[in-house]
């Protein structure tokens, strides 16, 4: 291609979108290069996304045909045991009026589609079905543009933005970013399983349009360090289940087994029964947190989104950051174009801006709960399934006094686990987090 650009975006997910929209609605001449055959084609997510990180992309969402499943009015956190579980939720009326889309579900297939019309619409130029498959440098190094598989695929752009996802040979390969760690990447599945709207109302005790979210640890990831999640789209249950790569292949699980497992488990099976799975996908999650952060910018170039390993596992919120991170990069390279400097220097403004703001600040907070996760592999074995046998004594009515309950109870954990192992743990996992 002759044309010069202002900026060549590489996928059009929530990051590589939200920074294209930006830099149109700023008349800077942007291109997005997305592999699969359309935006979403490719993508795969729980489907929780964020109106808050929304609205400042595209204020007027909601007018212009979001297409949202459920509005988000309840969240609840599973700790299983084998057989059953403790469950804690929280509903709250202010979800449902003022704070109505603070989240929402949604289908990545469809929003991506409808994200990068919107991009279309004042102005990007998005290309799919074509794969980036380099990146061009003049001779001190800067990236000039990029490479790609179509013929005569050589684009030249002011700036570069690698919004690719996680799994970026292309970040990786040009040095940008170190190859993620096997602990720093979740390989997840997930299935949707369609049921009919008033079921899905019924089950999750919700208003019609309203939605409930269910975090899931313990038992079900099969002692491997992971999670699962069920969320309520509009006519069908999005359940998910995934654990790092380093225990998949150390525990050498299939990822399916362990869906299979998760969709039998008593808590589960009632939500899904009867349902239709109509659509089964895998993908990779970026677990690395705040130490696995790359150089984001550099001479010509800025990485955004998930390639940049902006994902916060614990309150799995990863397109809220992509697409934040994608609207400060779009707003840093208008700062750089406008300045006529688009070198390292001239691009640091994205850094000051990634500060300021509550990525990096909760990815800090945060920067110690994975290792927490995989050095005290009992929050996925040991304790839910003593946490389980003590509901499970109390709740039985047979005769024995509770007294004697409470101290089998106290037995039971005493052979499983040393109390020091326990106050060690509890104190490790409130350190990593506070
Ligand atoms: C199972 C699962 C559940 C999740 N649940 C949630 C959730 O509920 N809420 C939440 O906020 N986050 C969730 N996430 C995380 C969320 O999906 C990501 O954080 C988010 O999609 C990151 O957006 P992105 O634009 O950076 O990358 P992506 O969405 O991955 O988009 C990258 C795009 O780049 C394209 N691409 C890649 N390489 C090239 C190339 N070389 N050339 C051209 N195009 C390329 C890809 O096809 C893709 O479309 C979940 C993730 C998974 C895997």
């Known amino acids: 291609m002759k044309e010069t650009f202002d900026v060549a975006i590489v996928g059009a ?4 979108i939200a920074a294209a929209y930006c830099l149109a609605k700023k008349k800077r001449k942007v291109i997005v290069f997305e ?4 935006p979403g084609a490719k993508n795969i997510s729980g489907g929780v996304l964020y109106g808050h990180d929304l609205a400042q992309v595209i204020p007027d969402y909601e007018k212009q045909r979001c297409p949202i499943e459920r509005n988000i009015v309840e969240s609840r956190l599973w700790y299983l045991s084998q057989d059953g579980g403790y469950s804690l939720s929280y509903r709250d009326k202010i979800f449902a009026d003022e704070r109505r889309h603070n989240a929402f579900t949604v289908g990545r297939a469809k929003f991506d589609r409808w994200f990068a019309e919107q991009a279309q619409g004042a102005g990007a130029l998005v290309v799919s079905g074509t794969v980036v498959t380099d990146l061009l440098r003049d ?10 598989d179509r013929a005569e695929g050589e684009v030249r752009a002011k700036v570069v933005l690698l919004a690719d996802g996680i799994n970026s040979p292309l970040a990786a390969k040009t040095g940008f970013r170190p190859e993620p760690k096997s602990h720093q990447v979740a390989l997840a599945v997930k299935e949707v ?20 979210t269910i975090e899931v640890l313990g038992a079900v990831t099969r002692g491997m360090d992971g999670v699962g ?35 039998a488990h008593p808590m589960v099976a009632p939500l899904i029964k009867g349902g239709k799975p109509v659509e089964y996908m895998a993908h990779w999650l970026a677990e690395g947190g705040y130490t696995a952060i790359p150089q984001l910018w550099g001479d010509g170039f800025l990485i955004a989104g998930d390639s940049g390993m902006l994902f916060n596992a614990l309150h799995r919120e990863g397109s809220n950051m992509a697409m934040t991170s994608g ?24 850094g000051r801006r990634l500060q300021d703001g509550y990525i990096l600040k ?3 907070k945060y920067k110690g709960f994975g290792q927490f996760l995989r050095g005290h592999n009992e929050v996925f074995t040991t304790l839910p399934a003593v946490a389980g046998l003590a509901a499970r004594e109390m709740l039985i009515v047979n005769g024995v006094p509770k007294k004697a309950k409470q101290k089998a109870i106290w037995r039971e954990l005493r052979k499983t686990i040393s109390l020091r192992r326990l106050a060690k743990i509890l104190w490790a996992g409130w350190r990593s987090v506070r």
């Open 13 to 16: 997910g929530p990051a590589g």
């Open 35 to 38: 592999r699969g055959e359309y």
């Open 139 to 148: 001779q001190q190094g800067k990236i000039i543009g990029v490479v790609t």
């Open 193 to 212: 399983i369609e049921l009919p709207e008033e079921v899905v109302d019924e089950r999750f005790a919700v208003e019609s349009g309203h939605g409930v």
């Open 229 to 263: 999640v069920i969320y309520t789209n509009k006519k069908s249950l999005s359940v998910c289940i995934g654990a790092t790569v380093e225990d998949l292949a150390r525990n050498k699980v299939r990822p399916y087994e362990m869906l299979e497992l998760f969709k």
């Open 327 to 350: 609207r400060l990069a779009a707003e840093t390279i208008i700062e750089a174009l406008q300045a006529g400097d688009t070198s390292q220097a001239g691009l640091s403004g994205y």
């Open 362 to 364: 909760d990815l800090k």
